[in-house]
């Protein structure tokens, strides 16, 4: 089916095609119809499906008609948990809209000072997409005026809920037209999430994508076992150094470790930059645009951090640390794989850490092969049930190595932290 069939205005489908983009993802071709209808909708979708374009698409439908009320505020409310996943929002409203007469789209997030807030917040706004913290605190200034609003997307609810933003959520609800088109997206609609989107909608059709996308079919996952930090360090060194790897995101618990991984891979000589919460906007801006632009070969994000992260070249995504909650390996390994092509998910896992890989495989229902890099072997792992099939090898990268020179607690025993000349800094590119 092409986007032409679904209904949409002769701008918008002029857009989507000079995007580079003719047949719609399932999520799109199930969501668009019955957006463009006015239903309420419940999505369950996982990133990379297109999710963002299943929304926003019938959206700038929406605006191509004047509005009947009159007002300054916006027609079309996005809210997303972070500010990078605000940003991709806003890109994608800018592109399909970019055929569309006198669509002002603004982001109003963290990290963006307020004086520049306030001024794009005085003119008329068509399209706003918040992160609720922020937006929240410009309502509170009288900032905000929801008297035209027409439809309010929540994407990604669920993180949004694990993060903590439901009284921020129900206090925007409140403040919103009662007739309002309502669209939730979350990767699943169970739990909380469901009571809180039954509570948010009206008569709303749920639709849930369930495709090889989603259940990461594409995606070659792959569990190694380690000894401490610095046996992790000699393993992603073995897999960056591969042919085959374009770029990379290596996630951690913490921003420290962000830090200190990034500075020990450009120790080793890699393009690498720490992406996480302590970075302004400015920092987060100018590391994203170097990693779509290519200076970057790794990046090295928390969770929270990543969210909203959309480059297709990242080939390869690597679990540092295991994510606390079992959900969140669904999405980490999601920033792989993108637009149809294959990557690898590597996870690094202590002798500990058997517990949450089994959450995560209950999760998935899916179980993770044990890969063991000759020369790179643990010393102790634990003992797990082989999973039915034939056991596969990794790819044979090259021959083992020495440890080599790292930064911070990473470094090798005995080494010396050194910088090669010439090569980009971790802490400079933030």
């Keep these: 089916m092409p986007f032409a069939a679904l209904g949409l205005c002769p701008a918008i489908a002029k857009a989507v095609a000079a995007a580079g983009y003719t047949e719609p993802t399932p999520v799109q071709a199930a969501a668009i119809p019955a957006a463009l209808a006015g239903q309420d909708l419940l999505v369950s979708a996982?990133?990379?499906?297109?999710?963002?374009?299943?929304?926003?698409?019938?959206?700038?439908?929406?605006?191509?008609?004047?509005?009947?009320?009159?007002?300054?505020?916006?027609r079309v409310l996005v809210l997303t948990p972070t500010r990078?996943?605000?940003?991709?929002?806003?890109?994608?409203?800018?592109?399909?809209?970019?055929?569309?007469?006198?669509?002002?789209?603004?982001?109003?997030?963290?990290?963006m000072p307020y004086p520049v807030q306030n001024r794009l917040l005085k003119g008329p706004v068509d399209i706003l997409v918040a992160t609720p913290g922020r937006l929240i605190d410009h309502m509170r200034s009288g900032r905000i005026d929801f008297a035209r609003l027409e439809i309010l997307v929540l994407d990604e609810a669920d993180r949004m809920l694990d993060m903590g933003f439901i009284e921020d959520i129900e206090t925007v609800v409140a403040a919103t037209p009662a007739s309002r088109q309502t669209v939730l997206f979350s990767a699943t609609l169970d739990g909380s999430v469901g009571t809180l989107a039954r509570r948010l909608t009206r008569d709303a059709r749920r639709i849930d994508i369930s495709n090889a996308r989603t259940r990461h079919e594409n995606i070659e996952q792959v569990l190694h076992y380690a000894d401490d930090q610095r046996h992790k360090m000699r393993l992603i060194d073995h897999y960056l150094r591969g042919v085959d790897v374009d770029q990379a995101i290596v996630f951690t618990a913490t921003k420290r470790s962000a830090d200190e991984v990034a500075d020990a891979l450009v120790s080793q000589g890699f393009a690498a930059a720490a992406l996480h919460g302590d970075m302004n906007q400015g920092q987060r801006n100018r590391t994203l645009g170097n990693m779509r632009r290519g200076n970057l070969k790794v990046l090295v994000a928390t969770d929270v951090a990543a969210r909203g992260i959309d480059v297709q070249t990242i080939t390869h995504v690597f679990n540092f640390d295991l994510?606390?909650?079992?959900?969140?390996?669904?999405?980490?390994?999601?920033?792989?794989?993108?637009?149809?092509?294959?990557?690898?998910?590597?996870?690094?896992?202590?002798?500990?850490?058997?517990?949450?890989?089994?959450?995560?495989?209950?999760?998935?229902?899916?179980?993770?092969?044990?890969?063991?890099?000759?020369?790179?072997?643990?010393?102790i792992a634990p003992t797990r049930r082989a999973p039915a099939g034939p056991t596969r090898r990794p790819p044979n990268r090259g021959a083992a190595f020495a440890p080599r020179q790292g930064a911070g607690r990473f470094a090798a025993a005995g080494a010396k932290t050194a910088r090669p000349a010439g090569k980009p800094t971790a802490r400079g590119a933030r």
């Design 46 to 74: 996982q990133t990379g499906t297109g999710k963002t374009a299943a929304f926003m698409l019938p959206a700038l439908a929406r605006l191509a008609n004047p509005s009947e009320v009159r007002s300054y505020g916006p």
């Design 84 to 111: 990078e996943l605000a940003l991709q929002v806003t890109r994608a409203a800018e592109t399909y809209g970019k055929f569309l007469r006198r669509v002002r789209v603004v982001s109003i997030l963290g990290g």
């Design 323 to 379: 994510p606390r909650a079992a959900e969140d390996y669904v999405h980490r390994i999601g920033r792989t794989g993108r637009a149809g092509r294959c990557g690898i998910a590597v996870s690094l896992a202590g002798a500990r850490d058997h517990g949450q890989v089994r959450q995560i495989e209950r999760l998935t229902t899916r179980a993770i092969r044990v890969h063991v890099v000759p020369g790179l072997e643990p010393r």
